[in-house]
């Protein structure tokens, strides 16, 4: 079946550093690739998505590119703050079995100052 | 303002007693599903549903059920609580599943935290 696999954390960093969270997945078809963020006590949102391989995505300063050669939808941003701590999610969504959708285990991120 | 509320938000219940979680979008998704997150395992799909009258199992659905009578409302149920169901649950909703696909984001409701005794 589709699986994610994240990068475990926690990952704590300077703030200013640059952030990489690796995503890798594995999927039939073409699957569509999301970054979700929680923050503290709340609900996930999205942060970003890529719907087809080479897209980027972007918001906020993170990006990530959907690598089709490599499975992966790697998280970067180039200089992280106190408010980027947070629980970030990598998901695909399968293009061959609609509607199910895959998380991965989540990546604690603290931005310490 | 666009939304999806999940009630109640805080749950502590007895083995056995049977409960539901309410889940409302209003923003005329045909889309809608329930996950649950536990430590170390990320977010695990229970049920989902791609329009009214329409669901189907996700990863994890033993022990739950749904249903979605109209498009708006997605409760899920446990018949028969247990401790293993004891977990954070995130109800979130999507605009389509053009062509069986599911592309869209999914915006989701601000959790339930449900302690089973």
């Known amino acids: 079946g589709d699986s994610v696999t994240q990068m475990e954390g926690p990952v704590t960093l300077s703030e200013e550093a640059f952030l990489t969270i690796n995503c890798t997945y594995t999927?039939?078809?073409?699957?569509?690739l999301f970054w979700y963020v929680q923050y503290p006590g709340e609900g996930l949102q999205l942060l970003l998505k890529?719907?087809?391989?080479?897209d980027k995505g972007s918001n906020k300063g993170f990006e990530a590119t959907y690598r089709k050669e490599t499975t992966s939808f790697h998280l970067e941003k180039g200089s992280v703050q106190v408010s980027d701590s947070a629980v970030y999610f990598c998901?695909?969504?399968?293009?061959?079995?609609?509607?199910?959708?895959?998380f991965g285990d989540g990546t604690t991120l603290t931005v310490k100052p | 303002e666009a939304q999806v509320t999940q009630n109640p938000r805080y749950l502590i219940t007895v083995t056995g007693k049977k409960l539901t979680v309410t889940c409302s979008q209003n923003?005329?998704?045909?889309?809608m599903s329930w996950y649950r997150q536990d430590p170390g395992l990320g977010l695990r799909q229970i049920y989902y549903?791609?329009?009214?009258?329409?669901?189907d199992k996700g990863d994890v659905p033993e022990g739950y059920k749904v249903s979605r009578k109209e498009k708006r409302n997605f409760p899920l149920i446990l018949e028969s609580p247990s401790p293993n169901q004891t977990s954070l649950y995130f109800c979130?909703?999507?605009?389509?599943?053009?062509?069986?696909?599911?592309?869209?984001?999914?915006?989701f409701g601000p959790g339930t935290r449900l302690l089973v005794l």
């Open positions: 979130a909703s999507s605009l389509s599943s053009r062509g069986g696909d599911l592309r869209e984001t999914q915006y």
């Open positions: 999927a039939t078809g073409y699957p569509s």
């Open positions: 890529a719907t087809k391989a080479d």
């Open positions: 998901a695909l969504s399968a293009s061959t079995n609609a509607g199910k959708s895959t």
């Open positions: 923003m005329n998704h045909e889309y």
């Open positions: 549903s791609m329009n009214v009258e329409v669901t």
